[in-house]
């Protein structure tokens, strides 16, 4: 980790942040500074905010008090969306109807079309290349309701990294995915993290992805009890904040 | 004199030829959304309006074409604001709708018959104005749904996505509304007011039985329906039957017909290729191959002095570094 100047933008910058859903504190001061091309884990047990915080910093909810910024731009005047990958948290890829693999994949590169224009040439192959990567590129021309869960979550992994994003935000990426799948989108994602790729995702369960983690936050009922180099007890399905830096113990008491 | 040559059937057959180009248009991005009773709820609305302009005296497609697009907005602007979900939102306005038009149809002094004309639709009276209008907002919904095909695409297909790649959600969702409601002012004057969303839902639903992508269940969805309008308004003149009514039995038929074609060819599919489906499991440790120790001199107990480890159903001893498990008369690696 090398110390860069206080005024090189951070690729994710959060102050203060706290958001409420339906009148109940879900996050609570939180300050976070991420830099380009740190991988970074958000722990938690279920309902202590971890998706709550990235759909934040994505700017699907909006903060109740405190900012974020991305690249520096606060989140509400943020523009170039092209620069963000995003992986919701979801069970299916599929909608009410059929829809190809192709298709899906080729709406992850809505930020960067022109309206009333079809893909160029370039974009073809970017989607093409985002196939091959999660190893779907056989699957093209299938609905993306006939696959399976594992496979439906690579088509929305490679949906986010067909627009070759410089921050990568991705929500419970391995919930309910078959190993094989797990193993082929760690690669994925450890071929974007040789590139410079900031990576921030939330999981119970990081399984083979693990291993690219150099930076792990843990938040406890919307607060953060832990901001430091993962460790191995965080890596299992439950997390146990056992470390807490000693200036914040204050908040477990 | 056949009926190609009646000067209102060829406006009637026109109509119907753009009725059923756009209702499915805007209807795959309906049934996309989850939301296939949209139409039927605008058309319910649009019954206010129709009556409005009865009430008033001003023409009744331009008041109906106003309230739906009001109507449809509200809807929009409901579901958006989180509190009340789609259906429960569309379900207000279907109530509304069809009461207030009841209510104001009374107030103007007009029978049911006139408001039947709206309802069924009567193609047989459209004018030459009347085309006019249908033409321009049949065009108008065309471009739109299939020139930003790609941006409302990624909106119904996944809402949060869509807005995190920097779209205008809430306006692309608010054009979608807009657009039902003057599909559905079109289609008043074909199928009318209250089976308006069959020729929506029913040439999308059928085109999905047989289509695996969004494109082609589009344009099959398209070509469902203009075949549909065209057969029942031929059909309704030869038979004298109402065109609307016919139109939408037939568009059911042809699902019916679908669904039947689509479970086959599935079940072909799945009986040519019946590993297709599954993966490789690749990563996930197989069954340890069964190795035999080479000679073992002794039986391994209580008390030969091996640590044992528990190992699931049973007991393995360590042996030089080995673990050595019981099977039948000789000991397993494993």
Not at chain 1, 161 to 168: F, I, K, N, Q, Y
Not at chain 2, 1 to 28: D, K, N, V
Request: charged letters at 15%.
């Amino acid at each position: 980790m090398t110390p860069s100047s206080p005024d090189t933008p951070k690729a994710v910058q959060v102050t203060d942040l706290s958001v409420d859903l339906g009148g109940r504190l879900v996050l609570r001061g939180i300050d976070l500074r991420i830099r380009p091309g740190e991988v970074v884990a958000v722990l938690g047990t279920n309902g202590s905010g971890k998706s709550t915080l990235v759909r934040t910093i994505v700017g699907l909810l909006q903060a109740a008090r405190g900012e974020v910024r991305l690249f520096g731009t606060p989140v509400p005047r943020f523009r170039q969306w092209s620069r963000i990958g995003y992986v919701p948290q979801r069970i299916t890829a599929a909608g009410g109807v059929p829809a190809t693999v192709h298709e899906v994949v080729s709406s992850g590169l809505l930020s960067q079309r022109r309206l009333f224009r079809p893909l160029s040439a370039a974009q073809k192959s970017a989607v093409d290349q985002s196939l091959e990567l999660v190893d779907m590129a056989d699957r093209r021309k299938d609905a993306v309701a006939e696959l399976s869960g594992g496979q439906q979550q690579r088509v929305l992994i490679a949906r986010a990294l067909v627009s070759d994003p410089e921050l990568l935000m991705l929500d419970e990426p391995t919930a309910g995915v078959d190993l094989a799948s797990q193993d082929i989108f760690a690669e994925a994602i450890r071929e974007r993290v040789a590139r410079g790729t900031t990576v921030i995702m939330v999981s119970h369960d990081l399984g083979p992805m693990d291993a690219l983690i150099d930076r792990s936050i843990v938040l406890r009922r919307g607060r953060v009890v832990y901001d430091g180099p993962p460790h191995a007890s965080q890596t299992h399905a439950h997390v146990h904040p056992h470390v807490v830096d000693d200036e914040q113990r204050g908040w477990l008491s | 004199m056949t009926l190609f040559e009646l000067e209102f059937m060829q406006r009637a057959l026109l109509a119907g030829l753009l009725t059923g180009l756009s209702a499915p248009a805007i209807g795959t991005y309906l049934v996309q959304r989850r939301l296939a009773l949209m139409g039927d709820g605008i058309g319910h609305i649009a019954i206010t309006g129709v009556a409005l302009g009865l009430l008033t005296g001003t023409a009744p497609v331009l008041t109906a074409i106003l309230v739906a697009i009001v109507g449809a907005s509200a809807i929009e602007l409901i579901r958006a604001r989180g509190k009340t979900s789609g259906d429960v939102a569309l379900s207000l306005l279907f109530y509304g709708g069809i009461a207030g038009g009841v209510l104001l149809i009374g107030l103007a002094g007009q029978g049911a018959a006139t408001l039947n004309t709206y309802l069924f639709g009567s193609l047989t009276t459209v004018s030459a104005s009347d085309l006019y209008v249908v033409v321009g907002l049949a065009a108008v919904v065309l471009i739109v749904a299939i020139g930003l095909g790609p941006q409302l695409f990624a909106v119904c297909q996944d809402e949060e996505f869509a807005r995190v790649t920097g779209l205008r959600v809430q306006l692309l969702n608010l054009l979608i509304a807009v657009m039902a409601a003057v599909t559905v002012t079109v289609a008043m004057r074909t199928v009318g007011l209250l089976l308006v969303s069959a020729l929506m839902v029913v040439p999308v639903a059928t085109a999905q039985q047989l289509t695996r992508s969004f494109r082609s269940t589009f344009t099959t969805a398209c070509g469902i329906g203009v075949l549909v309008c065209l057969a029942g308004i031929i059909t309704s003149y030869n038979a004298n039957v109402a065109p609307g009514a016919t139109i939408v039995v037939l568009a059911l038929a042809c699902f019916v017909v679908a669904a039947i074609a689509g479970a086959l060819v599935r079940r072909r599919r799945a009986v040519q290729a019946p590993l297709a489906d599954e993966e490789p499991e690749v990563g996930v440790p197989g069954p340890e191959p069964h190795v035999v120790t080479d000679e073992h001199p002794h039986a391994h107990s209580q008390k030969c002095g091996h640590p044992k480890v528990e190992h699931g159903d049973h007991v393995d001893y360590v042996h030089d570094g080995h673990l050595h498990a019981a099977h039948g008369d000789h000991w397993d690696e494993h």
